[in-house]
Every structure is written in C-alpha cells, then in structure tokens.
C-alpha cells in the first residue's frame, strides 16, 4: 500500500497542513501526501430519500389506516395554521423551508395572550362550527380529528380548545337539559362565553366523591348558595379561569335541608363581561408551569356566591323549587358516575392527542437517524448512519411498532365513543380509563428514548421533541392519575368475573370472550414463524390475563376471608392488578389492531403490518417480566423472544421512513432536525 494513502500517511498529512499554517519546512514526503489527499472535505446532508429505497407500500394507505378518519380535515386544518403568522412561521435550513411553533421564550402571559388570539382565528376559519350544535357521530369524529392535529402545534392550544368544548361544553351538553343547551351552547361555540370546568380542588383530584366545596339550596329565594369552606376546598388547576373564563361549571357537595345529596355541577359566572372578577370570588394564578404556559390555569374561591335554581345541570337529578330532590337514577353510586361522564371524552382525546405526539418524535427521529452519521467500522470506511447500527435501531423501531398499534386502538375507542349507547357507559369508561394511561406512558417513553437518540440537538427547543416532554408530562395525571385508571380497570375485571361466577353465565364484552374457552397451550420451543403467527401472540397474550385475572381474584378472596373490607383486599392485591391492567391492555391493542390487519388485503402493506404487529409483540413480552415471573415462557422462549426482536428490528428498517412519511404530518410541524440540519445550523442562519 502506498503510505502516503495509508491511515499513517492521512495523519502524517494531517501533520503536515498544521506545520504549514506554522509557517514550518515540511518534509518533502509529508508535502507530498498532502498535495495528494487535497482539503479534508466536510460533511454534507443527504436526505434520507436519497438514499433509501422507493416505499415497498403506498404510504396513502397506512396513512388510512392510522388516521382512520377526515384525513382531508386534517390537511386543511394543518394548512389552516401554517398560512397565518399568528402560528410564528420560521424559515429554517436554506431555501424555502419553514416551521411552525409557538415561541417559547415567551412570557407565560404573552404565551396566554398568542393562543387566544390564535383561537380567534381558528373560530373565524370556522374550525369549531357544529362542534356542540351539531348532532352526529361524523361531527364528533371530525372535532376529535380537527384538535389532535391543533395538539401537534401545541399542546396548550389543544388543552385550551379542550376545556372550553370537552369539559365546559360537554358538561352542558350531557349533564344539562333544553334550558342549558338553548342558552349556552351556541353561545360556547361561538366564544361569546369562555368556559372553564372547576372539578379539582387543592385538597382532593383523583377522588372526586371528597370535594369539599357545598352549594346549598335556599328554598325561599330558590337559589344555591356555593361557599369555599376551607383552603383545601379551593378549585385547582382550573385550566381558562387565571385570565380569560367568564364561566365555570362548579362541582360541588349538594345540601338541601342539612342533607348531602352528593356531587352536583352547577353553572356559575365568575367574570363581568369586561374581565373583571365578580365580587365573593377570588381568583388566584397557579403560576408558571414546567410545560403548558399557554394555558392560564388558576385557584377559585367562592365565598356564598348565589346562582339561580336553573344553574343545576338537571339532566340527572334536579331539585324543585320547594327543595325536593328528585332523580331519574335512584342509585348514589351510579348518580356519581353519570356526573363524571364528561371526563371520559378527554380521556379520549388525551390518549389519542399523544399518539399524535408519539408519531412527531419518532418522524424527527428516523429521519435524523437516516441522515446523521457517527464512527466507522475501519479507519477508511465512511462513517455509518445512525440507524444502520442495529443498536439505534433497537431503540427506535419497537417504538414505531407500538405508535402504530396504538393509533389503531386509538381509532377503536373514538369511533366507540361517538357510537356509544347507555349500555356502553361501562365498557367505555373502562377501555378509555386503560387506554389513556397506556399511550400517555408511552408517549413519555417514546419522547425521551428520541430526544436521547437525537443527541444534543435533542435539547434544542426548535427541534420539539425536548420541549415536549415537558409539555406532555402532565397527560399522565390530568383527567385522572394513571396509576388510579389503571386500578380501575382491574377492579373493573375482577367484578366482571364475579359476575360471570354468580350469573353461571360465559363471559360477553371487553374482548373476554376468551374466557369462555380451554386454557391456550403454548408449544414448547418457539421458532420465527410460530412468533410471528397471530395465533400464538393471541393466545400467549390471552393465557396471560385470564391466569393473572384468576389469581387476583384468588388473592383478593384470601384478603377478604381474613377479615378485611373489599376495598381493602383490593388495595393489597396492587401488584397483581398492576400486571392484570396491563395483560387486559396489551391484549386489547393486540386484538384491535388484527382486526384492522384483516381488512387489508394480501400484498407488501399487509406483510409491513406484519412486521409491525409482530414487533409489538416480542417488544412487550421482551419488556415485561410477567411472562418469566408467572411461568407463561421458559426462559429459553423468552431468549427466542429477544433474538426475535432483532430480526424484526432488521427488516422493519427498510421501511422505517415509509412508515414515519404516512402519519401524515406536514413538514412545517416537524422540525430542523428532521431535514437539512447542517444548513439550519450554519452561522449564516445567526444565533437560535
């Protein structure tokens, strides 16, 4: 080999241009070298399209599949704001490239001023038209479609849109009767009013039965009396009611003759229509926030403000004007759990909103990782891409496979809710409960694990994804704490089973039908093609949450024959329904989503889903130790298992830019990162 293009010769060349700048004799064999290798080139972008290879299935049709509805909504929504200068265009990386993003070196009041003024304009595009005035299932899907793409932009716009429609909004909706709906909701639609939801107090969130707020009933003026008795009965975190809610709907224990009669919501005003807070009630900041600074949360006292009879919303139980109490549902329990419906719409619109949240993170990702280079496998090799190291792939793929999925079971519970029936209150309450606590966990997983993969310029607010994770770290315990969701799934479970038990009658509803049927039998050594097989994931997933639903309810039952309350039995049992509540959870997603896959038809779209499903799978058995603790595999299956992950790994990366490229998202709302990042860091572009 000649030496002067050896790895010694490159750095006796490099020697050499340094003692040139120093103005130093070179040795003639250095110059040499020198002359001959020329200026050390940099580094230049290619996008990842350059690269990889043309789609093996058209992106359109996984697209379908994972927006699952109003994709031309959704378009015209995201066209909607990146056409506006109130959505803070930046062009970025050379060209004619551009990105939206609130501007997050704000001030926590200027951030609250720019999304009302962005929802202004959102309201005269006419965005939220027949968002509570129009009766349909289409309508209502089209409004969930419309604020999951508004989440992609931010998540205080969303959450502000949210609290006004979903919470206020729906609570007169579905709470209130025809003297609430004729004057409120037209009004709610078009902001003459700006609606707030006050639920949570200081003192009590998640166990809403303790609020400590009272509206009394004066029989003689008809009017309730709601008076703040303590500082712990103070209203918390009520999203709109810092600066601009000139309404709430107030929770509160209801007494009508020295009698509690339990939660009732009630409409109360708390500002003039100039903005002032009306008198007997005091409202406090809860100041600034690791994440959703553009949302004016604040604190409510109400020191005996009266509110007209009228202001109950009666829909369930109302009171007459000589203070009687009458109710359409005779049963406390069932009462309280009408009251709480309007949380299970934001229960599905958070859970949805962060798989959307999910798929921006791991588009950045990918596409960084097929554009960024680090090492080299020998001194002349050109340096790698990120995602050709099967390690990055590790850490991104399984990611892509469980957004994938659970876009599908995001589908499955929308679509569920806006056809939903009385008899369905149950079984909503419960999918929406496990749901929920679910895709936001992952969420925040799939944020750090792309943030990390993305290096340092993760860090960088410009390039979303950190800024994020703040941003949505409050999706775990707002619209109630995960961990208690995903104890009332399980508890859920456990009374469907002793249900079946008592009636002697086979299992209907909630995917547990399984029940019904002989234990599956897991073969004994698992090869690929048995691993990839629906039937094996199906059944191992099912073996798994009918044998944990068994000896949670067999633990529960030792509890109780020693003396202890339900409640109680069911509190020491924990781990159990911790591992219950995810079995039933990682089942439903699974199901859910091979019910999607058959509809596809043969051909390399299905063989992809294949892939992805099959990841899932060995992903979360790969993850949990349920599978080895309680003997569902031995522990070379679930070695198998792991090798398997691999494998997948390795063929699902040919399509990994395919798959990010269907989500759908505009690249307006990605970022610098995902594209040219070299020129969006250049010192022509100046300091950001």
């Given at each position: 080999?000649?030496p002067?293009?050896?790895p010694?010769?490159?750095?006796a ?12 004799p ?26 990889e290879?043309?789609?093996a299935f058209?992106?359109?049709?996984l697209?379908?599949?994972l ?5 031309m ?13 109130l959505?803070?265009?930046r062009?970025r ?15 926590k009041?200027a ?22 005035t ?8 089209r409004k969930?479609?419309?604020?999951e793409c ?25 709470l ?10 037209l009004?709610?639609?078009?902001y003459?009013v700006k ?6 107090e ?26 703040t ?5 103070q209203k ?18 209801l ?8 939660v ?7 500002r ?20 959703l ?12 403000i ?6 109950l ?8 004007p000589?203070g ?10 069932q ?25 921006v ?12 280079r680090?090492?080299?496998l020998t ?13 990055h792939q590790r850490?991104?793929?399984?990611l892509?496979a469980?957004?994938c ?12 809710y806006v056809?939903r029936?009385?008899?369905m ?5 419960i999918?929406?409960?496990?749901l929920?606590a ?32 703040a ?15 995903m ?36 073969p ?6 048995i691993l990839?097989s ?7 997933y ?9 000896q ?8 109780l ?13 924990y ?6 509540a995810?079995?039933?959870t990682?089942?439903t ?13 043969s051909g390399?779209l ?9 990841l899932?799978?060995?992903v ?14 031995s522990?070379d ?16 990366k040919?399509h ?13 709302f990605?970022?610098p990162?995902?594209f ?6 250049a ?6």
């Amino acid at each position: 080999m000649d030496p002067a293009v050896s790895p010694a010769g490159r750095r006796a060349a490099a020697i050499a241009r340094h003692l040139a700048a120093g103005a130093l004799p070179v040795p003639p064999p250095l110059a040499a070298a020198a002359a001959l290798l020329g200026p050390s080139p940099c580094l230049s972008y290619a996008p990842p399209e350059s690269a990889e290879n043309a789609p093996a299935f058209p992106p359109t049709e996984l697209r379908a599949l994972l927006d699952g509805h109003h994709l031309m909504e959704r378009d015209w929504v995201f066209r909607v704001m990146e056409e506006s200068q109130l959505f803070c265009p930046r062009q970025r990386g050379g060209g004619s490239r551009v990105f939206v993003a609130p501007d997050y070196n704000d001030g926590k009041e200027a951030q609250r001023e720019a999304t009302m003024r962005r929802i202004a304009h959102l309201a005269q595009r006419g965005v939220f038209r027949g968002w509570l005035t129009e009766p349909g299932a289409e309508v209502e899907l089209r409004k969930l479609a419309l604020l999951e793409c508004l989440g992609v932009y931010d998540h205080s716009l969303a959450i502000k849109i949210g609290v006004h429609f979903f919470l206020w909004g729906s609570a007169i909706k579905f709470l209130g009767t025809k003297r609430h709906h004729d004057k409120w909701l037209l009004a709610t639609e078009n902001y003459d009013v700006k609606g707030c939801f006050a639920m949570t107090e200081l003192g009590h969130g998640s166990n809403v039965r303790g609020i400590e707020t009272i509206a009394t009933y004066d029989s003689k003026a008809r009017e309730f009396i709601i008076n703040t008795p303590c500082e712990s009965a103070q209203k918390y975190w009520i999203g709109g009611a810092a600066n601009h809610a000139t309404h709430t709907i107030v929770f509160s224990q209801l007494h009508i003759n020295g009698k509690s009669e339990g939660v009732h919501a009630f409409l109360a005003q708390i500002r003039d229509e100039d903005g002032n807070v009306l008198p007997d009630i005091h409202i406090a900041d809860c100041g600034h926030k690791i994440g959703l600074n553009g949302v004016d949360n604040g604190r409510i006292w109400f020191q005996n403000i009266r509110v007209p009879r009228e202001n109950l919303l009666n829909f369930v139980a109302d009171v007459l004007p000589n203070g009687q109490y009458v109710s359409v549902i005779d049963d406390p329990d069932q009462r309280f759990a009408a009251f709480l419906s309007p949380l299970t719409l934001g229960r599905v619109n958070i859970a949805v909103n962060s798989v959307y949240i999910s798929k921006v993170g791991l588009a950045i990702a990918v596409r960084y990782g097929l554009s960024r280079r680090a090492f080299s496998l020998t001194p002349d090799d050109p340096e790698m891409l990120l995602l050709d190291y099967p390690s990055h792939q590790r850490r991104l793929l399984p990611l892509l496979a469980k957004v994938c999925l659970m876009s599908s079971a995001g589908n499955f519970m929308k679509k569920m809710y806006v056809k939903r029936t009385p008899e369905m209150s149950k079984a909503i309450h419960i999918y929406s409960s496990a749901l929920k606590a679910t895709l936001t966990w992952q969420n925040m997983i799939t944020l750090q694990e792309c943030r990390e993969a993305c290096g340092g310029q993760g860090l960088k607010t410009e390039n979303r994804i950190g800024i994020f994770k703040a941003e949505f770290d409050v999706q775990s315990t707002f619209e109630g704490d995960n961990n208690v969701l995903m104890q009332q799934v399980s508890k859920a479970l456990y009374a469907e089973f002793l249900a079946a038990q008592k009636k002697k009658k086979p299992f209907k509803g909630l995917g547990l039908e399984h029940l019904n049927g002989q234990n599956p039998v897991i073969p004994d050594k698992l090869t690929s093609s048995i691993l990839r097989s629906s039937k094996f994931q199906m059944d191992l997933y099912c073996l798994r949450e009918r044998d944990l639903l068994k000896q949670f309810t067999e633990e529960v039952s030792l509890h109780l024959a020693q003396g202890k309350s339900r409640e109680k039995a069911l509190m020491l049992s924990y781990q159990l329904a911790e591992d219950l509540a995810r079995a039933f959870t990682e089942r439903t997603i699974l199901q859910i989503f091979l019910a999607d896959e058959m509809n596809v038809p043969s051909g390399s779209l299905k063989e992809v889903l294949l892939l992805l499903r099959s990841l899932y799978v060995m992903v979360s058995i790969d993850e949990s130790v349920s599978f080895l603790r309680y003997g569902y595999l031995s522990r070379d299956n679930v070695a198998s298992v792991r090798n398997e992950v691999l494998k997948l790994c390795s063929e699902l990366k040919p399509h990994a830019l395919a798959v990010v490229s269907s989500f759908g998202i505009p690249d307006a709302f990605l970022s610098p990162l995902a594209f040219d990042w070299i020129e969006a860091n250049a010192l022509s572009t100046g300091s950001h």
